[in-house]
């Protein structure tokens, strides 16, 4: 009888965890949609976000690496800094996936933009 129940409890366990994992597929964005987005999150990130003057151009870069996607947006942006004064475009990453904005000597290297 408990043999029966420790198998019973067993299959239990196997069948809930392979139903689904962690990491759930997203659906395709447009990339339009992925520059509203990156434009919010990095609005968000800005110590002004009111401040916020973006550059003309954003690019998009997408692919996979060791298993993890990467889903980026990159561009620049002008803010103001806590003096109330714009600290000049910067180069800015947003990564989707993570949710992750990344501005400043980071950025450049993920997104390989020359500024203007």
């Known amino acids: 009888m408990?043999?029966?129940?420790a198998l019973f409890l067993l299959a239990g366990l196997a069948a809930g965890c392979s139903a689904t994992t962690s990491q759930t597929a997203?659906?395709?964005m447009s990339d339009s949609d992925a520059f509203a987005l990156?434009?919010?999150r990095v609005t968000e990130s800005l110590k002004d976000p009111s401040s916020a003057q973006f550059g003309s151009e954003f690019s998009r870069r997408t692919h996979s690496?060791?298993?993890?996607?990467w889903d980026r947006v990159c561009g620049t942006v002008n803010g103001k800094n806590s003096f109330?004064?714009?600290?000049?475009?910067?180069?800015?990453?947003?990564?989707i996936a993570d949710d992750v904005?990344?501005?400043?000597?980071?950025a450049p290297v993920i997104c390989k933009l020359d500024l203007p």
């Open 2 to 5: 408990k043999r029966a129940i």
């Open 26 to 28: 997203r659906p395709a």
């Open 38 to 40: 990156a434009r919010k």
């Open 65 to 69: 690496a060791l298993g993890h996607p």
């Open 84 to 95: 109330g004064a714009y600290t000049g475009m910067q180069v800015f990453a947003y990564q």
């Open 101 to 106: 904005v990344l501005m400043g000597d980071r």
